[in-house]
């Protein structure tokens, strides 16, 4: 009884601790990450490399690899959080370098001449579109929007379907010469992407080629196919695939999935008004909380690879959903009480204070000297990114 009283006695300590970081606090947590996004990775920034538009792989040269296409969109991701939090043009300023950049060092655009950004991964395509729509958002500027909706209508939609062939029965495909794999992470962001379009239609002010229900009418339908097929009604998990046997491989379940899965019920909720999209959101983010937090009440720790820009994805569209003025507030209090506790471990334990790198370990900062990789860093700077919009209860 003694043990059980000390450990609860430290956990209120702890989250009392977590109350008292204010928004001034997390603003100058995602100033020093974002920032150094931009040191430490931004290739133009080194000398001899002023006309390398284009985030590397490692820090400070340590990986400077060009065949890892998808991080560049949440690196640009990251900088659309930062300009659209502090108004700064430096952010600003990179967004034409990445867009000559970006497509110049795409290893696979050589395989599709018709078009530089065009990548054989086909949710690879579908974070670079995302990023464009913000890139649009938060500028104005027509080309980003329009190179997203041209990616989309002649890449990503058209490995739709078909809808007649068991047993898929549709769905967006991973990659496009893989054609009877059925992702979540190629049908999660294409239904955002569908509804963005949707939203942004009139604002783009698109002219020619399918009207604006169309792209709504195709959000729903990714977005129901993924629930039919991939998502657990009863524990709210995001299975990975429906392989080209046709079995569903129940044994992945990967945060940024249910990620994109709640970010696209909460964009169709905020859309359509029909509530079941918010409680699919409610019960996906949940199974994160409840199923995939067995660190010490974090997520696992995630150092290298496509894998260190999971959970970063993951609360991106969960502080959206947190935000949410519908969401019930015990919800609301029981995921707002869990992003910051994450964010707390994160910034006073995994991130270090002298170079503001995150290496991907939740309770274990790197060392002044040690690289650290693209993609952890992200999440990191994505988390950071998250607490400075989160409302307070």
Partial sequence: MKKT????????????????????????????????????????????YEDRFYFNYGSDLSDMSTNNYWPQAHA???????????????????FPLWWEGMPRYNFAGKMN????????????????????????ECTGEKQYIAKARQVYDDW?????????????YGGITWKTDVAKSKNACSNGPAALIAARLYNFFDKAGFTGGKVKNAYLNEAIKIFVWEKNYLFDRETGAVYDNINGKGEIQKNWVFTYNVGTFLGAAHELY??????????????AANYVVEHLSDND????????GDGGLFH?????YFVKLINESDLDITYRKKFHDYITRCATVMATQGINS?????????????????????????????LMEAMCVLQPL
């Fill in 5 to 48: 009283f000390t450990i609860l006695f430290a956990l209120c300590l702890a989250l009392g601790a977590f109350a008292q970081k204010d928004k001034a606090y997390w603003n100058k947590m995602a100033d020093g990450t974002s920032e150094a996004l931009i040191k430490h990775f931004w290739g133009a920034g080194f000398e001899d």
């Fill in 113 to 136: 001449p018709k078009d530089p950004w065009w990548n054989v991964f086909v949710d690879d395509m579908e974070w670079i579109v995302l990023a464009q729509i913000r890139m649009f």
């Fill in 76 to 94: 640009m991701d990251v900088l659309v959080d930062a300009y659209m939090r502090t108004g700064d043009v430096r952010y600003k300023e990179i």
């Fill in 354 to 382: 002298k170079t503001m790198l995150y290496g991907g370990r939740w309770r274990k900062a790197p060392e002044d000297n040690e690289s650290v990789g693209l993609t952890p860093h992200l999440t990191g700077c994505m």
């Fill in 312 to 316: 970063g994805i993951f609360f991106r």
């Fill in 156 to 168: 990503i939609w058209p490995t739709w379907g078909p809808e007649d062939e068991a047993p898929w």
């Fill in 270 to 283: 905020k859309i359509t008004g029909d509530k079941q999209y918010l409680d699919d959101a409610v019960k």
């Fill in 297 to 304: 009440g974090v997520l696992s720790d995630a150092e290298k």
